[in-house]
């Protein structure tokens, strides 16, 4: 059940039950292309409906976004990839320590189980990738690392990531890939989009 | 026809209508702080809506003109000057070939908008020639830099008379998680004056004043904000919101600014005391 909240008069904020719902109601709205609708960020729970005032109105939004009949759950396919990744993180002893096992096994469970993409943020080109091998939940780093090099791929909370470009941030790495996340000059600079399913591959160096 | 930066003053950036439709991969819409200023900019110098300007924090930008040119400031009391000679407030002013155009310094309100007749030929980025001040669109200008003006298509319009200053509070529509907050909590923050800070920029206002009580303390998954969003962090002091905040937030969001008021609050300085209330409906 979607419940609409107030967002000023630009915007409504869909609420739903879990991410797959989410993802759900957000390939419906994008394939529904409502008229005056300017952008859409779907979240865990949530799609955010960004929209012209002269063109319609949040009654207007709520309504024809209410009449969407999202595909049932996990049926939000957008296509999937395969990111080579060398898994020789900073932090991969440490995450194997703390699930209690060998690194060995963490890139087993990392390549083992597909991932799919939540959502996007923080960064132009990160994607929230959720639905891995459901013993990763590994904690934040205590102090965040002032510099994290593009393609370093890493674990926070129950999910993963690869950074697109050069940042701070505070997630757990565990190996790095060569594979562009952000790319101007492809038509969807992002790799990366809400409901891609993503597969690990290690490699070599 | 070019424009050679000789000074930038605290902060001039390039600024245009956005780029939303690409928050699904993370980028966020930015755009024009006070996008009633920058529409005006435009109108007032025969530019297409959506044409690039310079935003200009606090005045400050000395720049030369190569040929003839028609330039405008909007946004604030400051004015331009050329060759060392006051124009009015909003004058669309005829450059001659050569001249030095300056900003001055306002009184009132925080940031210029600097249109030239055929707008800043900057490249876009996806779609925009906004910088985003996370990270995304074209360079700061810099001193010594030649921008390039595009050729001119439009012709000077008449915009509406300029509305008189309004001091009052900002005005808000409650949630999306004004629930997330004690009754308290909801009546402090449409009664208390609060003060802007010195850590404002164009992402966010930083608010000092009585702290706001949530009601539950659990944590909220992130979603996605909008321009003049009151999001509220644990320490209970807002931040609204402004034109490059980022795509989602991971707070509670109390109440959105009316789309004016979000004009409004562009041009509040560090100092600056500030209020909300109900918008009506």
Known sequence: ?205 | MTMTVLRTGPLAVFKDAGRPGHAHQGVAPSGAVDRAAYARANVLAGNPPGAAVLECTLGGLRVRFDEAAVAVLTGTDAVLTVDGERTGVEEVVEVPAGATVSVTMPRRGLRSYLAVRGGFAVPPVLGSRSTDQLGMGPARPAPGDVLRIGPVSGKPGDAPALAPAVDGPLEVDLGPRDDWFTAEAIETFLRAEYTVTPASNSVGLRLDGPPLTRARTTELPSEGVVRGSVQVPPDGLPIVFQADHPVTGGYPVIAVLTPESADRAAQLRPGATVRFTLAPH
């Open chain 1, 1 to 205: 059940m979607t419940r609409f909240l107030r967002c000023g008069r630009e915007a409504v904020l869909a609420e739903v039950d879990d991410l797959d719902a989410a993802l759900a109601l957000y390939a419906a709205l994008r394939a529904a292309a409502l008229p005056g609708v300017t952008d859409l960020v779907p979240a865990a729970r949530t799609v955010l409906i960004r929209f012209d005032p002269a063109v319609t109105s949040p009654a207007m939004v709520r309504e024809a976004a209410a009449a969407l009949e999202p595909d049932g759950h996990g049926q939000a396919y957008a296509g999937s990839v395969e990111i080579p990744v060398v898994y020789d993180g900073p932090d991969l002893a440490e995450v194997a320590e703390h699930l209690r096992v060998t690194p060995d096994e963490v890139v087993a469970r990392h390549t083992g189980t597909p991932w799919t993409v939540a959502f996007a943020g923080f960064a132009p080109g990160f994607g929230y990738l959720t639905g891995g091998h459901p013993s990763f939940d590994v904690p934040r780093r205590t102090t965040p690392r002032t510099r994290i090099p593009a393609g370093s791929v890493g674990l926070a909370g129950r999910f993963s990531g690869v950074y697109p470009s050069d940042s701070p941030g505070g997630w757990q790495l565990i190996g790095s890939t060569t594979e562009r996340m952000w790319d101007l000059d492809r038509p969807e600079p992002a790799l990366l989009l809400p409901g891609v399913r993503v597969t690990f591959k290690a490699v070599r160096r």
